[in-house]
């Protein structure tokens, strides 16, 4: 009878210590304060990303981990950083990697956003430092087989609303925004040359947020090029000022008189690149411009787009109603 007594209680501890290992992997844990972010990184297998979990706090023990993949072996578990906040099981970790529930935050660009503008959002949404991503965008070697004379990314940056871990560096933020500006043109104009074509997009983005107003000053600049008329164009005047490090918020006299050959003031002809990133109606409406007599524009008084006018008497007395209405005219 001893022997079956023995028998019994180990069954009754083994019992037990399976019960226990069940509810182990069901009861709640957290060693972390707040808000903890891990990076589980491709590659390091199912014992690394066990070990990271520990050593986070998310999980007590590593064998939790590892005993949960082997009761699910077909199971991919998908590496990328996650966020953890409120206590959790081993098997609630476990199902949310397997289900490759990864953090991510968005990070919008807006329409007409230049390398600085995207360098200071990046900075301030923790993407990266902004001189960090300068130096990334400053590197056109991305964008070379499509656009051999680029300068920098200036022009193919697309922008857009992107998914974006802490992880992500700055580098690679512009390959995800290059590979989109990619797709866009693909859909847009795949045989046509982009420079000149981005180049002109960029200026027509910068000069007017009215969809309407686009094609319009498309065509403005296009029958100046043709004419071989200076575009006069105002936001080259501050793109070569942001270029020089001496842009203060006002276009100055000694901005429109500067000889840096983004100035259309003192340039003839497009600038040698794109002054922003253009969105796809900007880019649309470079490559098909309004068929107009138009040679200038001046914003309306009180805002709500622009005066167009086919002649100087006509653009002179709409600058003349412009600064009247600003109080520069009296």
């Given amino acids: 009878m ?12 083994g019992v037990v210590a399976l019960a226990g290992v069940y509810l182990s992997l069901k009861w709640p844990y957290r060693a972390f ?4 972010f891990l990076r589980l990184e491709r590659g390091v297998g199912t014992a ?33 950083e996650y966020a953890f906040t ?12 397997a289900h490759g529930d990864v953090y991510f935050f968005e990070f919008n660009v807006p329409e007409g956003s230049n390398i600085f503008d995207i360098a200071r959002l990046a900075e301030a949404a923790g993407v990266a430092p902004a001189q960090e ?56 104009a795949p045989d046509t040359d982009p420079h000149r074509t981005v180049t002109l997009a960029s200026l027509v983005e910068k000069e007017t947020g009215v969809a309407d107003e686009r094609p319009l000053i498309a065509g403005v600049f296009a029958n100046r090029l ?36 983004y100035n259309t003031y003192q340039n003839p002809g497009l600038p040698p690149g794109p002054i922003a990133n253009p969105g796809a109606a900007a880019i649309a409406a470079a490559l098909q411009p309004a068929e107009t007599d ?11 787009g622009h005066q167009f006018s086919s002649n100087l008497a006509a653009h002179d007395e709409a600058v003349r109603a412009y600064r009247h209405a600003k109080g520069k005219g009296r």
């Avoid at 001893?2 to 501890?13: A, G, I, Q, S």
């Avoid at 304060?33 to 903890?36: D, I, L, S």
């Avoid at 023990?61 to 590892?66: E, G, K, R, S, V």
């Fill in 294 to 304: 138009y040679l200038y524009f001046v914003a309306k008084p009180g805002g709500g």
């Fill in 133 to 188: 991503f300068l130096t990334a965008a400053e590197n056109p070697a991305m964008i070379k087989d499509l656009d051999p004379a680029a300068r920098t990314l200036e022009g193919y940056l697309f922008p857009a609303t992107y998914r974006l871990s802490h992880s992500t560096s700055a580098v690679e933020l512009c390959q995800m925004m290059t590979a989109q500006f990619r797709r866009r043109w693909n859909t847009l």
């Fill in 33 to 36: 304060h707040g808000q903890t």
């Fill in 226 to 261: 043709r004419l071989g008329m200076a575009l006069d164009c105002d936001p080259t005047t501050i793109y070569a000022a942001l270029l020089d490090a001496r842009y203060q918020g006002t276009i100055h006299r000694s901005d429109l008189a500067s000889h840096n050959p």
């Fill in 2 to 13: 001893k022997w079956l007594r023995r028998f019994l209680l180990l069954v009754v501890v």
């Fill in 48 to 80: 690394g990303m066990a070990r990271a979990l520990q050593e986070a706090g998310v999980i007590r023990y590593q064998w939790q981990f590892l005993l949960l993949r082997a009761m699910d072996p077909s199971v991919t578990l998908v590496a990328g």
């Fill in 86 to 97: 409120n206590p959790a099981s081993a098997r609630d970790v476990f199902s949310r990697i």
